[in-house]
T-cell receptor
Framework: NAGVTQTPKFRVLKTGQSMTLLCAQDMNHEYMYWYRQDPGMGLRLIHY???????AKGEVPDGYNVSRLKKQNFLLGLESAAPSQTSVYFC???????????????FGSGTQLSVL | GIQVEQSPPDLILQEGANSTLRCNFSDSVNNLQWFHQNPWGQLINLFYIPSGTKQNGRLSATTVATERYSLLYISSSQTTDSGVYFCAVEGGSSNTGKLIFGQGTTLQVKP
């Protein structure tokens, strides 16, 4: 049971290049999320998904696209990278635990992206 | 949208001391969680606490939803408690895990 796995862990892009970040979870969770974290700030939600085939915008969706073709995978794409997208990106998945009546959120280890 | 403010922004403690971190939010919430981000960047969920009080070892949390604040208590702090503590909320009637994070409290525990 690997939990939430993000690839790659580090990436350097030039302005205008494109790339895809992959998030995979093996816990059969319905909900998945992409956040970005900038220095001295909390996490900001980019996009999220409440199930396979569904996606929705978060707080800061501009410049990003996502897809959830399979339940276990949530992809984050940058079509034309900009220096303002330099950040640490976190993927997460969650489920509702009926026995404890709590939501349990699990994060990946993050991807450090630099756009030059 | 809902605003989340955490205080203090920074905190330095000696090992063994107690501390209280505060989270204020601007609207009613149906989801409030506390997270710890360790110095290596890993985020761990500490509490799901939209109301009431919970305890887990040396940590406890209280949310007073009617007054729109939550408190995280750390007792007998250890160096391993160092890192950033985030409060995150979801407002309204939905519960999709669409969390809004505060800017965090950076805690340093000195030996």
């Amino acid at each position: 049971n690997a939990g939430v796995t993000q690839t790659p862990k580090f990436r350097v892009l030039k302005t205008g290049q494109s790339m895809t970040l992959l998030c995979a979870q093996d816990m059969n969770h319905e909900y998945m999320y992409w956040y970005r974290q900038d220095p001295g700030m909390g996490l900001r939600l980019i996009h999220y998904s409440v199930g396979e085939g569904t996606t929705a915008k978060g707080e800061v969706p501009d410049g990003y696209n996502v897809s959830r073709l399979k339940k276990q995978n949530f992809l984050l794409g940058l079509e034309s990278a900009a220096p303002s997208q330099t950040s640490v990106y976190f993927c997460a998945s969650s489920y509702w635990d009926w026995s404890s009546r709590t939501e349990k959120l699990f994060f990946g280890s993050g991807t450090q992206l630099s756009v030059l | 949208g809902i605003q989340v403010e955490q205080s203090p922004p920074d905190l330095i403690l000696q090992e063994g001391a107690n501390s209280t971190l505060r989270c204020n939010f601007s609207d009613s919430v149906n989801n409030l969680q506390w997270f710890h981000q360790n110095p290596w960047g890993q985020l761990i969920n500490l509490f799901y606490i939209p109301s009431g009080t919970k305890q887990n070892g040396r940590l406890s949390a209280t949310t007073v939803a009617t007054e729109r604040y939550s408190l995280l208590y750390i007792s007998s702090s250890q160096t391993t408690d160092s890192g950033v503590y985030f409060c995150a909320v979801e407002g309204g009637s939905s519960n999709t895990g669409k969390l809004i994070f505060g800017q965090g409290t950076t805690l340093q525990v000195k030996p």
